[in-house]
């Protein structure tokens, strides 16, 4: 089984400052991660995310993430918050043993102030 | 390219009653898979369709159904609706088997009412 964690419901940072939304996953074998976010009343919008390689991810908006495979994390980050950033963020997981079924975490509430 | 199309974006219906939502998926894809979005539940994975052949099965009952024609268009369908069935359905695509691992494209969803 596989399964992924975000351990903060809602994540509040002042526009300008280091934004970051956690995430831990559990699986079996290699894993596929993913980062999606979602605007009122949208479908998911792809941010980013890692396959293989270099453990730094970058993608949309300036946004970020680091694969860190000892501590099973893959954090999103972003240096520098705008309030236009304020969403819902998911944290996703797939992989071949789960035949590349996506699980999703519960999802982070992002509130960026001006 | 267009994006994946789901229709309709938002929809009202009768408990007992059933539904019919519709998924077209980026031109090309032949990989379709749904999930249902709700607060208590967040996102569950529902079925994927690929080459109109389901694939994989979530843990939902018999009551939700799906397929998928020729032209890769998906549908799902929902019978004798119940109060707890109302969510967001998302719908997503992607090209082929192998590009399963690189992710999917999400349409913007059906949001679904039962009352």
């Known amino acids: 089984a596989q399964s992924v964690a975000q351990p903060e419901d809602q994540v509040n940072v002042a526009e300008g400052n280091p934004l970051t939304v956690k995430c831990t996953y559990s699986v079996s074998g290699n894993p596929y991660l993913f980062w999606y976010v979602q605007y009122p009343n949208r479908g998911l919008q792809f941010l980013l995310k890692?396959?293989?390689?270099?453990?730094l991810v970058k993608g949309s908006y300036g946004f970020e993430a680091e694969f860190n495979k000892s501590q099973t994390s893959f954090h999103l980050k972003k240096p520098s918050a705008l309030v236009s950033d304020s969403a819902l963020y998911f944290c996703?997981?797939?992989?071949?043993?789960?035949?590349?079924?996506?699980?999703f975490g519960a999802g982070t509430t992002v509130t960026v102030r001006a | 390219k267009a994006g994946v199309t789901q229709t309709p974006r938002y929809l009202i219906k009768t408990r007992g009653q059933q539904v019919t939502l519709s998924c077209s998926p980026i031109s090309g894809h032949r990989s379709v898979s749904w999930y249902q979005q709700t607060p208590g539940q967040g996102l569950q994975f529902l079925f994927e369709y690929f080459s109109e052949t389901q694939r994989n099965k979530g843990n939902f009952p018999g009551r939700f159904s799906g397929r998928q024609f020729s032209n890769s268009r998906s549908e799902m369908n929902v019978s004798t609706l119940e109060l707890g069935d109302s969510a967001l359905y998302l719908c997503a695509s992607s090209s082929d088997a192998n590009d399963r691992v690189t992710g999917y494209t999400f349409g913007s969803g059906t949001r679904l009412t039962v009352v």
């Open positions: 996703a997981v797939s992989s071949r043993s789960n035949d590349y079924k996506l699980s």
């Open positions: 890692y396959i293989t390689g270099d453990n």
